[in-house]
């Protein structure tokens, strides 16, 4: 258990890494904006090179902080949902039904706006047949759900790849960036901030409590957890932040599994310091990751999803091999 | 007249449509210990759950300080009675003292975080089974018997007036074994806890606690002072196997013939 004083000084400094990471995104990228011109933009003097870091680079890095800390702490809810750390936001087939909602706007040429709809709307639908499907006679055990969770998203990969392969060629190369996780695609960077304190404000009160859950659930009932309650609403609070995260830059790999396995190296499995601190830590790598995609070969962009894959794989690998010792 | 810690009341107990417990009447007064003794499958462990609240009852009711357990909420039962199962599955790393002090949980609001005090307590508890100075260690290094000392430990620091131990020894050597039953025969003497306890060997049961209920497994149950209900006849029947009943002192100790 980390102390109150431990807790702090490590949110701090992941404060800080997030400060660090919107700075570098607001001062790096294809156009050239000197530090006191963003200064200057972010006190509010208008006009110049302003309008670049104000039009375009804050939204994208405010939504990709956003996207990045509602998968990390969606992410860390599943692993403890499923008391599983290999759980990621993904596993239970949310981000599989919105990319059918997603492809299927695309494919019949909706705007933007139907395709986010659509796309929540995929997601929803794959957590409302999961979760009826697992519930089945009652018993909700984790082996159903996660079987359950695991199928559905197969499927939905199926449809995904039927509409990809009638897809004509000039929509495919949106299709494609948007199932690997694209910013570029992101439009208002609030709903998804207010989903993220949203999210993050319903958790934290029951983080001890998932201290608990995380041990077992007999176990966790014995000491006073009401845990079917409970878990219904960690199923429901995840799958949510992960539905506001894929409606609004797509699949994003990775970012939900390995961070949460970041932070609790770093920190403990204490969830009243893991959440916030995943929260802090997806954000900023998020924003870091999406800098390096639009800089990498600029002018051309990457979709972010292929650089946090790019990076999540060999860091994942390595601490599962840390861990088999 | 206080209500006793516990009170099962024509308790019905069912496991995958088969009743293994059939009306049973059981009342546990504050200082009172209680040994559950039956052949495997018996239902010993459904029994003893249902006790705890954990699990619904096919019929009848469970009483926790004359309260019906199943109306409770959760953390008011956390208070009365504390439960430790077969199995410790972690999946994720934790620290002895963390684990200890989940104890506590209980006795937080939901805002607090674990005081000093708190800590006083778990650290109490490692140190009553043995395992002070390992308060910083992983319990993914623990042994078999040393995890199984830590779970009791953290029963400790729940600090309820009721103990449902499901096989306390598993995994225990022969001193500690002797250590964590004196330890629970202390807190019925000295603190009056009641404590109910599913074991294996008889001669213990007699030796350490005051009433035997013996499951059949078909639904038939008794229970009775330890004197009178623990002999070579009934465990014979218990068990399906003919035991002998050695005497030493005020001990008892059975051998299969």
Same mark, same amino acid.
């Given at each position: 258990?980390?102390?109150?004083?431990?807790?702090?000084?490590?949110?701090?400094?992941?404060?800080?890494?997030?400060?660090?990471?919107?700075?570098?995104?607001?001062?790096?990228?294809?156009?050239?904006?000197?530090?006191?011109?963003?200064?200057?933009?972010?006190?509010?003097?208008?006009?110049?090179?302003?309008?670049?870091?104000?039009?375009?680079?804050?939204?994208?890095?405010?939504?990709?902080?956003?996207?990045?800390?509602?998968?990390?702490?969606?992410?860390?809810?599943?692993?403890?949902?499923?008391?599983?750390?290999?759980?990621?936001?993904?596993?239970?087939?949310?981000?599989?039904?919105?990319?059918?909602?997603?492809?299927?706007?695309?494919?019949?040429?909706?705007?933007?706006?139907?395709?986010?709809?659509?796309?929540?709307?995929?997601?929803?639908?794959?957590?409302?047949?999961?979760?009826?499907?697992?519930?089945?006679?009652?018993?909700?055990?984790?082996?159903?759900?996660?079987?359950?969770?695991?199928?559905?998203?197969?499927?939905?990969?199926?449809?995904?790849?039927?509409?990809?392969?009638?897809?004509?060629?000039?929509?495919?190369?949106?299709?494609?960036?948007?199932?690997?996780?694209?910013?570029?695609?992101?439009?208002?960077?609030?709903?998804?901030?207010?989903?993220?304190?949203?999210?993050?404000?319903?958790?934290?009160?029951?983080?001890?409590?998932?201290?608990?859950?995380?041990?077992?659930?007999?176990?966790?009932?014995?000491?006073?957890?009401?845990?079917?309650?409970?878990?219904?609403?960690?199923?429901?609070?995840?799958?949510?932040?992960?539905?506001?995260?894929?409606?609004?830059?797509?699949?994003?790999?990775?970012?939900?599994?390995?961070?949460?396995?970041?932070?609790?190296?770093?920190?403990?499995?204490?969830?009243?310091?893991?959440?916030?601190?995943?929260?802090?830590?997806?954000?900023?790598?998020?924003?870091?990751?999406?800098?390096?995609?639009?800089?990498?070969?600029?002018?051309?962009?990457?979709?972010?999803?292929?650089?946090?894959?790019?990076?999540?794989?060999?860091?994942?690998?390595?601490?599962?091999?840390?861990?088999?010792? | 007249?206080?209500?006793?810690?516990?009170?099962?009341?024509?308790?019905?107990?069912?496991?995958?449509?088969?009743?293994?417990?059939?009306?049973?009447?059981?009342?546990?007064?504050?200082?009172?210990?209680?040994?559950?003794?039956?052949?495997?499958?018996?239902?010993?462990?459904?029994?003893?759950?249902?006790? *705890?609240? /954990?699990?619904?009852? @096919?019929?009848? &009711? $469970?009483? +926790? =300080? #004359?309260?019906?357990?199943?109306?409770?909420?959760?953390?008011?039962?956390?208070?009365?009675?504390?439960?430790?199962?077969?199995?410790?599955?972690?999946?994720?790393?934790?620290?002895?003292?963390?684990?200890?002090?989940?104890?506590?949980?209980?006795?937080?609001?939901?805002?607090?975080?674990?005081?000093?005090?708190? *800590?006083? /307590?778990?650290?109490? @508890?490692?140190? &009553? $089974?043995? +395992? =002070? #100075?390992?308060?910083?260690?992983?319990?993914?290094?623990?042994?078999?018997?040393?995890?199984?000392?830590?779970?009791?430990?953290?029963?400790?620091?729940?600090?309820?007036?009721?103990?449902?131990?499901?096989?306390?020894?598993?995994?225990?050597?022969?001193?500690?074994?002797?250590?964590?039953?004196?330890?629970?025969?202390?807190?019925?003497?000295?603190?009056?806890?009641?404590?109910?306890?599913?074991?294996?060997?008889?001669?213990?049961?007699?030796?350490?606690?005051?009433?035997?209920?013996?499951?059949?497994?078909?639904?038939?149950?008794?229970?009775?002072?330890?004197?009178?209900?623990?002999?070579?006849?009934?465990?014979?029947?218990?068990?399906?196997?003919?035991?002998?009943?050695?005497?030493?002192?005020?001990?008892?100790?059975?051998?299969?013939?």
């Amino acid at each position: 258990m980390p102390s109150r004083q431990r807790a702090f000084l490590i949110l701090a400094s992941l404060c800080l890494l997030a400060v660090a990471s919107f700075g570098l995104a607001l001062l790096v990228g294809s156009f050239k904006v000197a530090p006191a011109e963003v200064l200057a933009a972010l006190l509010g003097q208008e006009g110049g090179a302003g309008d670049v870091v104000l039009q375009l680079r804050l939204p994208r890095a405010l939504a990709g902080f956003a996207c990045g800390g509602l998968l990390a702490l969606a992410g860390a809810l599943m692993q403890v949902l499923l008391r599983n750390p290999l759980a990621d936001p993904y596993v239970l087939g949310i981000s599989g039904g919105a990319g059918v909602g997603a492809m299927f706007a695309m494919l019949i040429g909706l705007p933007i706006l139907g395709i986010n709809g659509l796309a929540f709307a995929g997601a929803l639908g794959a957590m409302f047949l999961v979760f009826g499907l697992a519930h089945g006679d009652g018993s909700w055990t984790q082996t159903r759900l996660l079987l359950t969770g695991v199928i559905v998203a197969a499927g939905c990969g199926a449809l995904v790849a039927l509409m990809l392969s009638i897809a004509p060629d000039t929509k495919l190369r949106g299709m494609l960036f948007w199932l690997m996780g694209d910013l570029a695609q992101a439009g208002s960077s609030w709903p998804p901030l207010l989903a993220l304190a949203i999210a993050l404000a319903l958790a934290i009160p029951f983080a001890r409590e998932l201290n608990l859950l995380a041990r077992g659930l007999m176990q966790a009932q014995a000491l006073g957890v009401a845990v079917n309650r409970l878990r219904y609403a960690i199923y429901l609070l995840a799958s949510l932040a992960t539905a506001a995260s894929v409606t609004t830059a797509g699949s994003i790999g990775f970012v939900g599994l390995i961070v949460p396995h970041l932070v609790r190296l770093a920190t403990g499995n204490d969830q009243r310091l893991l959440l916030p601190a995943s929260v802090l830590a997806g954000g900023s790598l998020l924003v870091l990751a999406d800098t390096l995609a639009r800089t990498v070969i600029a002018p051309q962009q990457l979709p972010v999803g292929v650089l946090t894959a790019l990076i999540g794989v060999p860091v994942f690998l390595f601490l599962l091999s840390r861990q088999a010792k | 007249m206080n209500p006793s810690l516990l009170e099962a009341r024509q308790l019905v107990v069912e496991i995958g449509g088969r009743c293994v417990v059939n009306q049973l009447d059981l009342a546990v007064a504050a200082g009172e210990r209680v040994a559950i003794l039956g052949r495997n499958g018996a239902g010993k462990s459904t029994l003893l759950s249902t006790l *705890a609240g /954990l699990r619904k009852p @096919a019929g009848g &009711a $469970v009483l +926790l =300080d #004359g309260e019906d357990c199943t109306l409770m909420p959760p953390r008011q039962a956390a208070l009365r009675r504390a439960w430790l199962g077969q199995f410790q599955a972690d999946p994720f790393g934790s620290t002895v003292l963390e684990t200890a002090l989940t104890g506590r949980h209980p006795h937080l609001g939901r805002w607090d975080w674990e005081t000093t005090h708190d *800590a006083e /307590l778990a650290r109490g @508890a490692i140190k &009553a $089974v043995g +395992l =002070d #100075g390992m308060e910083q260690r992983q319990i993914h290094t623990l042994s078999g018997g040393e995890r199984q000392r830590l779970a009791i430990a953290t029963l400790l620091t729940q600090a309820a007036p009721l103990y449902l131990l499901d096989e306390p020894l598993s995994h225990l050597d022969l001193n500690h074994q002797m250590a964590v039953l004196e330890l629970f025969a202390g807190a019925a003497r000295d603190c009056g806890a009641g404590v109910i306890m599913v074991l294996h060997d008889p001669a213990l049961a007699h030796r350490f606690c005051d009433r035997a209920l013996l499951l059949y497994g078909d639904g038939r149950t008794e229970c009775a002072a330890v004197d009178d209900i623990l002999t070579a006849k009934t465990l014979s029947e218990l068990y399906g196997y003919g035991l002998r009943q050695l005497q030493d002192g005020n001990h008892r100790c059975f051998i299969p013939e």
